[in-house]
């Protein structure tokens, strides 16, 4: 229990904030420009960003291009759309590999990854309603980029109710440029807003998750408790079961630590045991949630695998030495007689 605990939370959380930073890391460019306390999670900003702001940053010394994006959270469908230029993404981003079809080239057209086309059965030149508006699948890109949706930045902003506002921008720096020059240059003349290097989004989205490590904590430390406690009973429960083969077990000369050993090795040998029935079971607890949630991304790191492991068998010993120490100090006339 204590193992598929673990191993589930820090896979749904993990994947979250990894798929999260991975597809930002996608979309291209080496900044992001936001507004002053917007958050990296864009499904908890909106559009208040002017879309005039390009024009300040690409005058920046060193700053090849600027991508604004418009981006909306579909509570509905628990997924974000991005709205887009076609002509200044395409400058930013270079990962966007379409399987089938071509990027969008009209308002009412969008283009929908891999995960979202599986998980909707959807293909190129089918219907997709979005806000209840009727859009036609134009492409369809591998999976990791930016949103599951893309679409027209225009389309995106009316319906939003947010003309010529967006999100953020990404910022490509040109060729053989020090980006570290660029960043200097864009935090003094922009010194109010959030500026952010790509290749540090997911350090800096897992520092600064409220309550990301509390959170983990917790589960740790309830996870360990429930290995102690289920170890504590059952190992109890034998002990007192065993009284009288223990009391054999010390007439015939076996000593207190040679007790205490064997209870010991036969509780490892249960956690063991549950560590692999819970690897287990984790397993079909993610296929149980992909089956059922398929555009939920799940990441477990190995880490936190041999952790979940060693915490478990670590809560388990724990568990069991205070009923070991017990059986070891059982007067054997007394375990003899027991009944």
Same mark, same amino acid.
């Given at each position: 229990?204590?193992?598929? @605990?673990?191993?589930?939370?820090?896979?749904?959380?993990?994947?979250?904030?990894?798929?999260?930073?991975?597809?930002?890391?996608?979309?291209?460019?080496?900044?992001?420009?936001?507004?002053?306390?917007?958050?990296?999670?864009?499904?908890?900003?909106?559009?208040?960003?002017?879309?005039?702001?390009?024009?300040?940053?690409?005058?920046?010394?060193?700053?090849?291009?600027?991508?604004?994006? #418009?981006?909306?959270?579909?509570?509905?469908?628990?997924?974000?759309?991005?709205?887009?230029?076609?002509?200044?993404?395409?400058?930013?981003?270079? +990962?966007?590999?379409?399987?089938?079809?071509?990027?969008?080239?009209?308002?009412?057209?969008?283009?929908?990854?891999?995960?979202?086309?599986?998980?909707?059965?959807?293909?190129?030149?089918?219907?997709?309603?979005?806000?209840?508006?009727?859009?036609? %699948?134009? !492409?369809?890109?591998?999976?990791?980029?930016?949103?599951?949706?893309?679409?027209?930045?225009?389309?995106?902003?009316?319906?939003?109710?947010?003309?010529?506002?967006?999100? /953020?921008?990404?910022?490509?720096?040109?060729? !053989?440029?020090?980006?570290?020059?660029?960043?200097?240059?864009?935090?003094?003349?922009?010194?109010?807003?959030?500026?952010?290097? &790509?290749?540090?989004?997911?350090?800096? /989205?897992?520092?600064?998750?409220?309550?990301?490590? *509390?959170?983990? /904590?917790?589960?740790?430390?309830?996870?360990?408790?429930?290995?102690?406690?289920?170890?504590?009973?059952?190992?109890?429960?034998?002990? &007192?079961?065993?009284?009288?083969?223990?009391?054999?077990?010390?007439?015939?000369?076996? +000593?207190?630590?040679?007790?205490? *050993?064997?209870? @010991?090795?036969?509780?490892?040998?249960?956690?063991? #045991?549950?560590?692999?029935?819970?690897?287990?079971?984790?397993?079909?607890?993610?296929?149980?949630? @992909?089956?059922?949630?398929?555009?939920?991304?799940?990441?477990?790191?190995?880490?936190?695998?041999?952790?979940?492991?060693?915490?478990?068998?670590?809560?388990?010993?724990?568990?069991?030495?205070?009923?070991? %120490?017990?059986?070891?100090?059982?007067?054997?006339?007394?375990?003899?007689?027991?009944?």
């Amino acid at each position: 229990v204590g193992v598929v @605990l673990i191993l589930v939370s820090v896979g749904l959380t993990y994947g979250q904030l990894t798929d999260s930073a991975e597809r930002t890391r996608k979309v291209g460019g080496d900044f992001i420009v936001q507004p002053p306390d917007a958050s990296l999670f864009f499904a908890l900003n909106s559009g208040t960003l002017s879309i005039k702001i390009r024009k300040v940053i690409e005058e920046i010394e060193g700053v090849d291009a600027a991508a604004p994006v #418009l981006a909306k959270f579909l509570s509905d469908k628990f997924h974000l759309v991005f709205g887009i230029e076609k002509e200044s993404f395409e400058k930013v981003n270079s +990962s966007l590999d379409f399987v089938d079809g071509r990027l969008f080239d009209r308002p009412d057209e969008v283009v929908i990854d891999t995960v979202y086309s599986r998980s909707k059965n959807l293909s190129v030149g089918d219907k997709l309603e979005i806000l209840s508006r009727e859009f036609v %699948i134009s !492409g369809i890109f591998e999976q990791g980029t930016a949103a599951r949706v893309l679409m027209p930045l225009a389309t995106l902003q009316e319906m939003n109710g947010t003309p010529d506002k967006v999100t /953020m921008f990404f910022v490509r720096v040109g060729d !053989g440029t020090d980006v570290d020059s660029v960043f200097d240059r864009l935090m003094g003349r922009m010194p109010h807003y959030k500026i952010t290097k &790509t290749a540090e989004i997911q350090a800096i /989205m897992t520092a600064s998750t409220p309550a990301f490590k *509390q959170f983990l /904590m917790a589960i740790v430390f309830i996870s360990v408790v429930i290995s102690f406690l289920i170890i504590l009973l059952a190992m109890y429960s034998t002990i &007192t079961e065993r009284t009288r083969e223990i009391g054999i077990l010390k007439s015939l000369g076996a +000593s207190k630590a040679y007790i205490v *050993q064997l209870i @010991l090795k036969e509780s490892m040998l249960i956690c063991a #045991l549950g560590v692999v029935l819970g690897f287990i079971l984790t397993f079909i607890a993610i296929k149980l949630i @992909l089956v059922t949630f398929p555009t939920m991304p799940v990441f477990i790191p190995t880490y936190w695998r041999l952790a979940a492991a060693g915490l478990a068998v670590g809560g388990g010993a724990l568990g069991a030495l205070y009923p070991a %120490i017990k059986a070891a100090h059982l007067d054997p006339v007394r375990a003899l007689g027991y009944e």
